[in-house]
């Protein structure tokens, strides 16, 4: 089994979307006193996925809080700019961070010079969660899953090529244990992002990769310039109902994996203002309008969280995320 890497980075492109006014928002202003604008400080640049779920959020919650709400975008670095920025803001929850876990999560154990700990901050809410799917270029015709592993054990043919956004990020990451789990044979290119790893496999620069759906990569597998092999997770997904999982497959169980925007509050803010926050988004996030909206960005639906099952889903996907970075022995550069 051999995974290499080369240095690279950064994340994913999308498209433009415009923010809409949501009926039956719960008004919370006595729990958040502060007329000062709320700021949503985004990880990426503007544009992006995340940033426009942001941004789809924005008129809802002013409703919802009575107050303008400000989006600042900062991104770089893995996000830990933005998320370093939040953490020095007073702690009064009028300052929020909008990063994906993915990030949050990784940063500090693949970047030295990222010195927070993910536990300094708490989830508030998921805004755009999706599968991770395992794609090849069309020089490929594999029948599954299966027979992309056997091909890639064998030894005396060249190992095939995994784009990823570079060292620690989240395709990285997926990729190491995906070789590490079947003794696949991959060699890791990195790019700066999704829209780069996307143009290399329809170039044929590189044999597969692991991607977030989203809408361009699935018109690009229902036209078949790209192939599907299959979901990382335990049931399929709605857009591509006959794509199997991965963990259908004889050599992989288990084997989940998602990109996930969210909305996060430092872990310092008061309780009662950490709950109002949670109880305006979900009404947000719950309504047709935004559940509209994830589907036209080929996302899954956000399910209704508690603030408690929330900092439970938080804690296992850095429990998770930890136990995978050591067992490929991801180290800090």
Known sequence: MKFVCKLGRRYLAACIVAAATLPSITIVHAQIPSSRPLVLRVAYPAGGPADVA??????????ALGKPVIIENLPGAGGSIAANNVLAA???GQTLLVT???????????LSQVKYKPEQYRLLATILPTDFMLVTSADHAFSGIDALIERARKSDQKELTIGSWGYGSAPYLVGADFSASTNARVLDVPYKGAAPVIQALLSREIDMAFVPLAPNVLEL????????????????????????????????????YSAWAAVFVPA??????????????????????????????????????TLAQSAAFYQAEIDKFRRIAKAVKLEPQ
């Open 90 to 92: 007073a702690p009064d």
């Open 221 to 256: 597998i229902r036209t078949g310039k790209i192939n599907a092999i299959g979901v990382a997770n335990t049931k399929r997904n709605p857009y591509l109902p006959k794509l199997p999982t991965l963990s259908e497959g004889k050599y992989l169980k288990n084997f989940v």
């Open 54 to 63: 942001t941004r789809k959020i924005q008129v809802p919650l002013q409703t």
């Open 268 to 305: 310092s803010v008061p309780e009662s203002v950490a709950a109002a926050l949670h109880k305006s988004l979900a009404d947000i996030t719950g309504s047709s309008d935004f559940q509209s909206f994830l589907k036209d960005s080929a996302a899954l639906p956000v399910e209704p969280m």
């Open 100 to 110: 994906t876990g993915n990030d949050m999560i990784l940063s500090p154990l693949a």
